[in-house]
């Protein structure tokens, strides 16, 4: 009951959200912890397993926010003085570091100091960026049909890999060997980035609008827009999960430590669990709207598995970051 009286003190008809929720669709109870962090929604966002959240405001450019006290700790914008209309957004997976893009500029930042660390730009439109562990690899996906793979140490550019259409999403394992790629081919790529060295493809029925790599590169999750998606065992080349269906198209996946668990966020406020080895759904939940009365109009944009064991992250295109819990 604790969960329903905070939604229903600060966001109005949320009680009415969680009982039509719970007996009409089947989904657990409300987030336990709400931060706003845009009054006018969000362009993008990304979450850190050690509590940080990145987001593109529509109205205020980036701003990287501490979820432990909700405080908002550093702004960045591209060009000083104005906020800047970024396109995506990047958290390293230890959360030590930040990646910000508008159409042709991306800049590095340090979440411990807040300062920039690095600056490019880019040869085209960029629609996705990437992030490796402690910031050493950054995988660009661009509206040229190319994904660019840069050395930050070095400053420059190790590979070039190409698709027949605009690559609209990226994803990178952690150490930052391995790369994903979907496009409006229809085509999701993995690939060896050091020489941009193909391994896999898997074709779609629609364009490729979300990838996404486990931390290790055991599991990589492809989706189409508005059609299954499909979790891969990437050894094997074999999908042994389909998620979803044309109603929504998957929007945000994180997938646990272990890699025994991930989370699927859609364009219809809902978040998935789901239990690889098990190939089961653990449960299911709804991100509140700002109000009962108005359309939804809101997305799933970031999800990751939070510090406290049994609790989940996410963040919602209308602003709001939401912590729920479920039983581990």
């Known amino acids: ?154 400053g420059g550019i190790l590979s070039t890999v190409s698709h027949e259409g605009s690559v609209r999403a990226v994803a990178i394992s952690d150490n930052g060997d391995t790369g994903l790629t979907g496009s409006d081919d229809k085509t999701a790529k993995m690939w060896r980035l050091k020489d941009g060295h193909l391994l896999r493809s898997w074709a779609h029925d629609n364009l490729v609008n979300y990838v996404s790599l486990s931390g290790k590169g055991k599991w990589a999750l492809t989706s189409g827009q508005h059609s299954e998606a499909d979790l891969w065992d990437i050894e094997n080349n074999k999908s042994v999960i389909k998620i979803g269906g044309r109603r929504a198209s ?37 991100a509140p709207k700002r109000s009962m009365w108005k359309p939804a109009g809101a997305r799933i944009v970031a999800v990751a598995f939070g510090q406290n064991k049994g609790h989940f992250l996410a963040t919602s295109s209308n602003g709001l970051s939401l912590e729920f819990a479920y039983s581990d």
């Not at 490796?132 to 049909?145: A, R």
């Not at 699927?264 to 239990?275: C, K, Q, Y």
């Open 1 to 154: 009951m604790k969960t329903v009286t905070y939604l229903a003190t600060h966001f109005p008809h949320a009680r009415m959200l969680i009982l039509l929720c719970v007996s009409l669709a089947g989904c657990n109870e409300g987030p336990t912890q709400t931060w706003e962090q845009a009054r006018q929604g969000l362009y993008a966002a990304d979450l850190s397993s050690n509590g940080y959240s990145l987001v593109a405001s529509i109205h205020h450019g980036g701003s990287l926010w501490r979820l432990s006290d909700g405080e908002r700790i550093y702004n960045w914008n591209i060009t000083k003085g104005s906020y800047t209309n970024l396109v995506d957004v990047a958290l390293s997976p230890e959360g030590k570091f930040a990646a910000t893009a508008d159409d042709r500029r991306l800049v590095l930042w340090s979440t411990e100091t807040g300062k920039s660390l690095h600056f490019w730009n880019t040869p085209s439109d960029i629609l996705s960026i990437a992030v490796s562990e402690n910031g050493l690899f950054i995988f660009i996906g661009m509206k040229n049909f190319n994904a660019i793979y840069i050395d930050v140490a070095q």
């Open 250 to 286: 998957i929007s945000a996946v994180s997938f646990s430590a272990d890699e025994k668990r991930f989370l699927v966020g859609n364009t219809a406020r809902e978040i998935t669990l789901w239990d690889i080895n098990t190939k089961t759904k653990l449960g299911r939940w709804i």
